[in-house]
């Protein structure tokens, strides 16, 4: 049975993660759930990864959401527990401790728009369109996707496009925010490494508590959350990093860091 998910190293610092299911459109099936979930496991786990690019095969799809040949014959039950299952996936997306982005290099509907959103930062190919298409399907979406576009763009905005299913294009989704990015496809994915290095050359333990003081500070009041920002601000202090970094601007060169 071919792999549905794989997983390669740009180099020592960048994971990239690959949906593999070019002539399903990258669909959610039970298998690539499955390999998805191991391969985020794996990332979190490997020495030296600060990055992780989460794209799909081909040029056609990033991922068409949820795999309806597959759906049609599960019980209320089955649905549920697969909706489920979908679920826990983005959220496994969400809680990596690295940046992750999502370089959408073709249609992200459905499940397949709730999992970039999941992601730390979302790029976009300039000519394919992106949608929570759910209602038109008599359902809504249910792996996040009410909660997490709200979030990003404001509830009107949200409501729109879920109460409609209206799947729009790159332009007007980089225009709300969906996306930060957008690049005509022949240069998304180079522009995705580029964005990758920037960041990955950075101290990859204060990236790491940047990443934890925003995702739960946005959750609370301001004051809790900058009672979490310094938490997160004072466990780079004893970092070898921190040193690192005013020897390299002492010395007029650049650092580098080793997450330490």
């Not at 039970?30 to 600060?50: D, I, T």
């Not at 190919?125 to 709200?150: D, Y």
């Amino acid at each position: 049975m071919a792999k549905t998910v794989t997983i390669d190293r740009a180099d020592e610092h960048i994971a990239v993660i690959t949906l593999n299911r070019p002539d399903a459109a990258n669909a959610l099936s039970h298998q690539l759930l499955e390999e998805l979930q191991k391969a985020l496991k794996k990332v979190e786990k490997e020495e030296g990864v600060r990055v992780v690019l989460l794209t799909g095969s081909g040029s056609k799809a990033f991922c068409a959401g949820a795999d309806l040949k597959e759906r049609k014959g599960m019980t209320d039950e089955e649905v549920i527990g697969t909706v489920k299952k979908i679920g826990d996936t983005v959220r496994m997306i969400e809680t990596l401790p690295m940046p992750v982005i999502a370089v959408m290099n073709g249609v992200a509907f459905g499940g397949g728009l709730e999992m970039a959103l999941a992601c730390d930062l979302r790029m976009i190919s300039s000519v394919t369109r992106v949608g929570l298409t759910e209602t038109s399907l008599a359902i809504i979406p249910g792996a996040g996707g009410t909660q997490r576009l709200a979030r990003l763009i404001g509830k009107g905005h949200a409501k729109a496009l879920i109460y409609t299913a209206k799947a729009v294009e790159a332009e007007r989704a980089y225009t709300l925010g969906i996306a930060e990015y957008m690049h005509d496809p022949q240069f998304l994915m180079d522009e995705a490494m580029e964005l990758a290095h920037m960041i990955a050359r950075n101290g990859p333990v204060a990236v790491k508590e940047a990443k934890r003081a925003i995702d739960n500070g946005m959750e609370t009041d301001l004051e809790a959350g900058l009672s979490i920002e310094r938490g997160c601000y004072n466990k780079t202090i004893p970092t070898a990093d921190r040193q690192e970094g005013l020897t390299a601007f002492s010395e007029k060169r650049k650092p580098v860091y080793r997450g330490e």
